[in-house]
């Protein structure tokens, strides 16, 4: 029973795994396949796009900002080069006249065409006494106070042309109309004579980059001026100086030609703008797809973990699904195997078990009928002998009679008849008369020490029997006339042909969950035939009487009982029966 | 003290001889009043001399023993037989018979038996003490009608709506729908009092009650009130009352008339 609770285990067990290892494969190949895609293909290829969206959008931002350069480099010239401004730079008359001055504002104005909310122009005379701009005159560009150094025109003779302009970033300032300046252009005008008679300054503001950034592809543009390592966010107004300023550029440097560079946290694009020292770097911040590769990775994790939970779920119910048909099926079986036969399984609601269990119950019924068969056949075997002793004597004469023996018994005081004819009418009554197919042990023992009290009498103290039961055992239901019929057989084939002291013993005991009788002589043992291996196999033989015994042990208990002989020839004969304990409780 | 009376019916001579003489009846406190070997002749003789244990054969001339105890005041009653069928075994059972022992009868069965009969009448001279100590003729038999088990009270209302039937243990416990053995374990638990006991004890009280109509006869008081027979009504009214059913009634028909004097 014990291995088959382990076998049962063992199936239990391969059962739960493989449904389990199945579900996690069904579950997981796929997100595997989906990680896989994501984390080679995808992540290089959001990172080659993202580079390649920074290369487009910055080409286009140094196209604009080139092209607005150009523009008021354009304006810068244009002014530079007017007669009016230059004849009223030449005269360098601290009170100009009306007129003149209203013709350089009218050439100012015209040149700049209403752009003046996106850059100022301004024209300061070398002594810095003519002064005109078109917003409020820069401070910055009164050269009257700002000697060499603080002279922002000064730069202008060291360009390597004399009449090329001049771009710098340096010389930010905000206007009265809180404009930003960010970029100057500068410029010197020169009379007929080649001599410098002053400058032109034009001062580009950050409303002319309104539209730098258009699809907002950088978190920061900047534009750096290679000449002297500066650099400006064109994003944010406030945010100027060298690289130190700018955590993206940190680890920039030269050379400043097209190229991507990508670092840890943002991607770099770089665009240098032509014909000048500027190069604008826009600045791609990855750490958002870095977030949502993590955020992916970590659903990915949760949803593996919640599907492995799912699949041993599943894996569980399912099991037990199966597990309940088939214990009900193997539980009902061992029922059969100890020789129940009463059983019926309720079908299971699962088709493929409902077949079996209505198999199984089919099989049952047919040998329940066979036995019922067979029993009917023992049944009229057994009629048929008792009908046959009936015919010849009645009975009830007998015992009568034999009741009459024992009173004249009695009455003379003969002990030993008494006890013969007592005896031997119990005897004779269970043989005959009992109609039960059971009797509890005690009374099969009982019925045994009646028997061996008339044999004692008849062989005297040649004869030693004991007989030795568990007291617990004694209502223990065991199948009639078993233990007689071995007794007998031990006195007529094992001792009675013995010369000298004839011993037997019956034993009936609990040996942990058996029941163990014995029937153990010290006769000749068994000479004349070889027992057999299997008892069936005495069917056909002249010992009808052991099969017999056999026979009916099997069909009350199944396997689970067991007869056995030992014999040494000249040392006696032991029948060993063994019953199972638990088999009462299927009664 | 007291010795139970027996008396023993066989109509084999031999057998009769050996019970009569090998049995140490002194021993068991039994006392051997008479011995018949005929069924008709030991009708007669169990009537006169109204022995506590009848011992009896099946098979007898005349009538059968089980047939002459039905018509006996009979209490107790162990049969000898050399049959084992079924229905005469349930006939003994429906009679109340205490004890089956087949022939040849072991002597050792027979004394132990009769042991345990003893130890059972001895069992109901204690109930009947307990039911008529010191309860003056007249009142009848104090019985307990309510004592708070639903089973218990409900037997006992079957037996107060059903007593004038021929109701018993068996006829109870089916209608309670419990075994007979419960029936009896719970009554006498919440009683004090057998079953059986109790049931006569009713019986006799309703037959008490009865007496006082003087149109009626003790035979038809006997059968209103579930006795089988009057000879067995006499039997039971003697063991609780001490004086036989007649004897009973003139005593208080003439206590009534004196006391309307």
């Known amino acids: 029973m014990s291995a088959f609770r382990m076998k049962n285990r063992i199936l239990k067990g391969t059962l739960y795994y493989r449904l389990m290892s199945y579900f996690l494969i069904v579950m997981l190949i796929p997100l595997l396949m989906l990680t896989l895609t994501n984390f080679s293909a995808g992540n290089r290829t959001i990172g080659r796009n993202l580079v390649e969206q920074g290369e487009l959008a910055i080409d286009r931002a140094a196209i604009r900002l080139k092209t607005i350069i150009e523009s008021y480099r354009h304006k810068a010239y244009v002014i530079s080069t007017d007669e009016t401004v230059i004849a009223e730079l030449a005269a360098n008359a601290p009170e100009a006249s009306s007129s003149r001055s209203k013709a350089i504002y009218e050439t100012l104005f015209s040149v700049m065409r209403g752009d003046t909310y996106l850059a100022s122009a301004t024209v300061v005379s070398s002594s810095g006494q003519v002064r005109y701009s078109t917003h409020l005159f820069p401070k910055r560009y009164d050269i009257r106070y700002n000697q060499n150094d603080f002279n922002p025109f000064f730069n202008l003779s060291r360009t390597a042309s004399e009449t090329a302009s001049v771009i710098t970033t340096e010389n930010r300032y905000s206007t009265e109309t809180n404009a930003s300046v960010f970029l100057n252009i500068y410029r010197k005008v020169r009379d007929s004579t080649g001599l410098e008679i002053g400058y032109v300054a034009v001062d580009v503001f950050y409303e002319t980059l309104f539209n730098i950034n258009d699809r907002l592809v950088f978190s920061d543009l900047i534009l750096i001026d290679t000449s002297n390592y500066l650099a400006n966010s064109l994003i944010n107004s406030d945010l100027h100086g060298d690289f130190s300023k700018f955590p993206a550029l940190k680890s920039l440097h030269a050379p400043f030609d097209q190229r991507s560079i990508v670092e840890n946290t943002t991607i770099i694009s770089l665009a240098p703008i032509a014909n000048t020292s500027f190069v604008i770097a826009g600045i791609t911040d990855i750490t958002p797809y870095r977030q949502s590769v993590e955020h992916f990775f970590i659903i990915l994790v949760i949803i593996v973990l919640l599907g492995t939970v799912i699949a041993g779920f599943l894996s569980y119910f399912f099991t037990k699904t199966i597990e309940k048909p088939v214990n009900t099926l193997a539980k009902t079986m061992r029922k059969v195997e100890s020789g129940d036969l009463s059983v019926h399984i309720e079908e299971s609601s699962i088709a493929e078990f409902a077949q079996l269990d209505r198999t199984f119950n089919a099989m049952i019924g047919q040998i329940v009928n066979l036995i019922k068969l067979t029993r009917e056949e023992e049944e009229k075997v057994r009629e048929a002998e008792r009908k046959a002793l009936h015919s010849q004597m009645n009975p009830h004469f007998l015992f009568n009679t034999l009741n009459t023996v024992k009173a004249l018994a009695s009455l003379h005081g003969e002990e030993q008849i008494l006890t013969i004819t007592t005896k031997l009418g119990k005897l004779l009554r269970e043989i005959i008369d009992n109609r039960n197919t059971e009797q509890t042990l005690e009374n099969s023992l009982d019925l045994v020490a009646n028997y061996l009290a008339i044999q004692k009498i008849r062989y005297g103290d040649k004869l030693t029997a004991t007989i030795d039961m568990d007291k617990h055992l004694a209502h223990m239901n065991i199948p009639r006339l078993i233990i007689q019929p071995l007794v007998e057989n031990a006195i007529i084939h094992g001792l009675e042909p013995k010369i000298g002291q004839w011993t037997l013993h019956i034993g009936a005991h609990v040996v942990g969950q058996q029941v163990i009788i014995s029937i153990q002589d010290n006769g000749i043992g068994i000479t004349d035939i070889d027992i057999p291996e299997h008892l069936e196999d005495l069917a056909y033989t002249e010992h009808v009487g052991i099969y017999n015994i056999y026979r009916r042990l099997q069909l009350r208990y199944g396997d689970q009982a067991k007869l056995t002989i030992a014999t040494q020839p000249g040392e006696g004969t032991t029948v060993t029966i063994i019953l199972p304990i638990a088999a009462e409780e299927n009664v | 003290m007291t010795r139970h009376t027996i008396v023993l019916v066989e109509d084999e001579l031999l057998t009769l001889r050996e019970l009569e003489t090998t049995i140490d009846w002194t021993q068991l406190g039994l006392q051997v009043v008479g011995t018949a070997s005929d069924g008709i002749s030991g009708e007669a003789l169990i009537k006169s001399l109204e022995p506590d244990i009848v011992i009896t054969d099946i098979r007898l001339p005349g009538q059968d023993g089980l047939s002459m105890l039905a018509q006996c005041p009979v209490n107790h009653a162990i049969i000898l037989s050399g049959h084992s069928d079924f229905s005469y075994m349930q006939q003994a059972i429906r009679l109340g018979v ?54 218990v009270d409900a037997a006992i209302e079957f037996i107060r709506t059903s007593y004038a039937k021929q109701i018993g243990l068996q006829e109870t416990a089916e209608y309670l729908n419990i075994s007979e053995s419960h029936l009896c374990r719970l009554f006498k638990e919440y009683t004090q009092i057998n079953f059986l006991q109790y049931i006569s004890a009713w019986r006799i009280n309703k037959a008490i009650e009865l007496m006082g109509n003087p149109s009626l006869s003790i035979q038809a008081i006997a059968l209103n009130c579930g006795f089988p027979n009057p000879g067995y009504f006499a039997k039971i009214f003697k063991k609780f009352m001490g004086i036989s059913p007649s004897k009973y009634r003139n005593e208080r028909n003439y206590s009534n008339e004196s006391s309307m004097d």
């Open chain 2, 98 to 151: 205490f004890d089956y022992l087949l022939k040849p009868v072991d002597n050792n069965d027979l004394h132990q038996s009769l042991e345990k009969l003893l130890n059972h009448i001895k069992e109901e001279e204690v109930d009947v003490e307990k039911l008529t100590k010191g309860k003056m003729i007249e009142e009848g038999l104090e019985l307990p009608q309510s004592v708070g088990n639903y089973i």
